[in-house]
């Protein structure tokens, strides 16, 4: 499957960004889906994560209640709504496909390009 992400770019401190993920290719009802991000200098961490039918969602700690992400199955396309941005979130946003979501954080399929995000404080 061959993953499309868009929608970063710069924003003041307390802003919003909605990344979303286009994917073509297999079925993508049939993959959790999942963004991870990448700061210079350190290591791609897990962000976010959504099963297949979209009921079940997972955060890391810095994120949540911040960040929300969905998916859209008939537009084969997931999402991440980020609000309050805080110059921490500063970085390469990769969407990522899986084959569940228990084990996105260790095992993905398919990454997508990255897109960045940087927040200005």
């Known amino acids: 499957v061959q993953l499309q992400a868009s929608g970063g770019g710069l924003v003041q401190a307390g802003g919003s960004l909605r990344l979303s993920c286009a994917a073509a290719g297999r079925t993508f009802s049939s993959f959790a889906m999942g963004w991870f991000r990448q700061a210079p200098g350190k290591e791609r961490e897990f962000v976010a994560a959504?099963?297949?039918?979209?009921?079940?969602?997972s955060y890391t700690d810095s994120v949540k209640g911040r960040f929300t992400i969905s998916r859209d199955n008939a537009k084969n396309t997931v999402y991440l709504q980020m609000n309050n941005l805080t110059p921490g979130d500063t970085a390469v946003y990769y969407c990522?496909?899986?084959?569940?979501?228990?084990?996105?954080?260790?095992?993905?399929?398919?990454w997508g390009q990255g897109t960045q995000v940087t927040v200005s404080s």
């Open positions: 959504i099963s297949r039918g979209g009921l079940g969602t």
């Open positions: 990522a496909a899986a084959n569940w979501i228990g084990t996105i954080q260790v095992s993905v399929d398919y």
